[in-house]
């Protein structure tokens, strides 16, 4: 079955870190450009951070950077999200998306209909809280 498969998420206090995985099944996560995008109830899906197929290009949210790091490991098929000095606005259900046709990692960032991604996970809840 291909797919794309997230964990990592979890209940943490403010000042936390958790760090995300996505594991792609079935496929190989070589050729595919990855997003990490978030959702919170009420409020619009957001673009976190997205990796180029070569894992060099790189991008954030700006509400995310200097806090969260993208990288990814082909070997393993796997793309982590680390997230440190969580804050409770960073509580939303995260997942990510694969695409192999990107023109740019930002592109890749802009939030659109899932079925514009070759594939998507159904994400893993992160709830910051004291």
């Known amino acids: 079955q291909l797919q794309l498969v997230e964990s990592g998420g979890g209940l943490v206090q403010p000042g936390g870190s958790l760090r995300l995985s996505c594991v792609a099944s079935g496929f190989s996560l070589d050729d595919y450009g990855i997003g990490w995008f978030r959702q919170a109830p009420g409020k619009e899906r957001e673009g976190v951070s997205c990796i180029g197929k070569n894992g060099v290009s790189t991008t954030y949210a700006r509400s995310v950077k200097g806090r969260f790091t993208i990288t990814r490991d082909n070997a393993k098929n796997t793309v982590y999200l680390q997230m440190n000095n969580l804050r409770p606005e960073d509580t939303a259900n995260y997942f990510c998306?694969?695409?192999?046709?990107?023109?740019?990692?930002?592109?890749?960032?802009?939030?659109?209909?899932?079925?514009?991604?070759?594939?998507w996970g159904r994400g893993t809840q992160v709830t910051v809280s004291s």
């Open positions: 998306v694969a695409d192999r046709v990107i023109a740019t990692v930002q592109a890749l960032c802009v939030p659109g209909p899932l079925g514009t991604y070759d594939y």
